[in-house]
């Protein structure tokens, strides 16, 4: 069974650092990995989506790295500002073929706190 | 372009009270997702379909039903409230197919359900 964790839970850095998230899984047999943000008591947003033969994926200030062989993809925020307060969240897709390839799994996300 | 909708937003039952949360997207989106969200939990799969008149249980599909009679509408029916279904639901779609999608996932805003 896939499991996706994040870790830290919580970060808060100050306006302007450089950061990293990180999302590991289990299962190195996936198809895909999409990170998404959630502001509070709001839906999830896709942010990248990095397909299994792909290694980065970039949207402006934020690239998303896969290493599908270590399970583990991280998530780089450049010049952080307090509009990037968030939770962010990483899911897996498991390989085409087989039932669960519909299913998701979902890490329970980092809150993120960037101060002024 | 609306995407995902969900009605109502927020919702208040009593025990034991039946109610359907809906959710229809404009995409022509193949597959479509109810999840969960619990405090520290993240987001748990309730049911799913990958077309109309296709649906099957996800991790959590006690307590709910679900139908899908249209591509674009995907309702949840909780039957007989409990306070254990006090959560915010999310339902989610994604292009799917006969031909490999990339498989990102576009969310609704939630459903805040509240069971006293």
């Known amino acids: 069974k896939q499991e996706v964790t994040q870790i830290p839970a919580a970060l808060s850095v100050p306006e302007g650092e450089n950061l990293v998230l990180n999302c590991s899984f289990t299962?190195?047999?996936?198809?895909?990995l999409q990170w998404f943000r959630q502001d509070p008591g709001k839906g999830l947003t896709s942010l990248l989506l990095?397909?299994?033969s792909q290694r980065e994926q970039t949207s402006g200030r934020l690239n998303a790295s896969l290493d599908k062989s270590s399970g583990r993809s991280t998530l780089y925020i450049a010049a952080s500002q307090p509009g990037d307060s968030a939770t962010y969240l990483c899911?897996?897709?498991?390989?085409w073929g087989g039932g669960s390839n519909y299913k998701l799994t979902f890490g329970k996300g980092t809150l993120l706190t960037v101060n002024p | 372009n609306a995407g995902v909708t969900q009605t109502p937003k927020f919702r208040i039952l009593k025990i034991g009270q039946s109610m359907t949360l809906q959710c229809t997207q404009d995409?022509?989106?193949?597959?479509m997702y109810w999840y969960r969200q619990d405090p520290g939990m993240g987001l748990k799969l309730i049911y799913y379909?990958?077309?109309?008149?296709?649906?099957d249980k996800g991790e959590v599909p006690n307590g709910y039903n679900v139908s899908r009679s249209t591509t674009e509408d995907f309702p949840l029916r909780l039957e007989l409230a409990a306070p254990s279904q006090t959560s915010v639901y999310f339902c989610?779609?994604?292009?799917?197919?006969?031909?490999?999608?990339?498989?990102?996932?576009?969310f609704g805003e939630g459903s805040r359900l509240t069971v006293l």
């Open positions: 989610a779609s994604r292009k799917g197919g006969i031909v490999r999608d990339t498989g990102e996932l576009f």
């Open positions: 995409m022509n989106h193949n597959y």
């Open positions: 379909s990958v077309g109309a008149g296709i649906t």
């Open positions: 299962d190195s047999a996936i198809y895909n």
């Open positions: 990095i397909q299994s």
């Open positions: 899911a897996v897709r498991p390989n």
